[in-house]
């Protein structure tokens, strides 16, 4: 994935599990493309769903276009990802499985101008895993810190 932008979902690695990741295009609008390259979007709740065998992300906001006109798009429509059908078929079959699901990590633009998505498919954490992966932060911070004294 390219460095031009980078939009994160910061929150992925605290409340999921990450198992699996995949890479995916996604069919965007001219206005919309155009958002994500000015950096204008969210993944915070995004999620993938499943419809009539193709992969969808929805609740991925893209923010209006401000130059856009009577053409510009929906900031919350679903929004089609591109994989190859092997792909789709292992992850239609590993979603089936109780706890799994796919989230959205990273959208970035490629070197040749598309944009991209990196999906994975995750496992909620519990509530003691979450402290756990704070406990280790906090010590790893710490242990930093003892370093650059």
């Known amino acids: 994935m390219a460095e031009q932008v980078h939009i994160r979902n910061k929150r992925a690695s605290f409340d999921f599990i990450l198992l699996?990741?995949?890479?995916?295009?996604?069919?965007?609008t001219g206005t919309e493309t155009k958002s994500?390259?000015?950096?204008?979007?969210?993944?915070s709740d995004a999620f993938c769903i499943f419809k009539k065998g193709e992969l969808w992300i929805k609740n991925m906001h893209i923010a209006v276009y401000d130059k856009g006109t009577y053409a510009n798009h929906e900031p919350l429509r679903l929004r089609k990802?591109?994989?190859?059908?092997?792909?789709?078929?292992?992850?239609?079959?590993?979603?089936?499985?109780?706890?799994?699901?796919?989230?959205?990590?990273?959208?970035?633009?490629?070197?040749?101008?598309?944009?991209?998505?990196?999906?994975?498919?995750?496992?909620?954490?519990?509530?003691?895993?979450?402290?756990?992966?704070?406990?280790?932060?906090?010590?790893k911070r710490e242990l930093d810190r003892a370093m650059k004294r």
């Open 81 to 139: 990802l591109l994989l190859r059908k092997k792909e789709i078929g292992k992850l239609e079959k590993k979603i089936k499985e109780k706890g799994l699901t796919i989230i959205p990590l990273v959208v970035a633009v490629s070197e040749r101008g598309f944009v991209k998505v990196e999906i994975a498919l995750a496992k909620g954490k519990k509530t003691h895993d979450k402290r756990e992966s704070i406990k280790a932060k906090d010590s």
């Open 20 to 28: 699996d990741k995949y890479v995916a295009g996604i069919m965007l």
């Open 36 to 43: 994500v390259k000015q950096g204008k979007a969210s993944l």
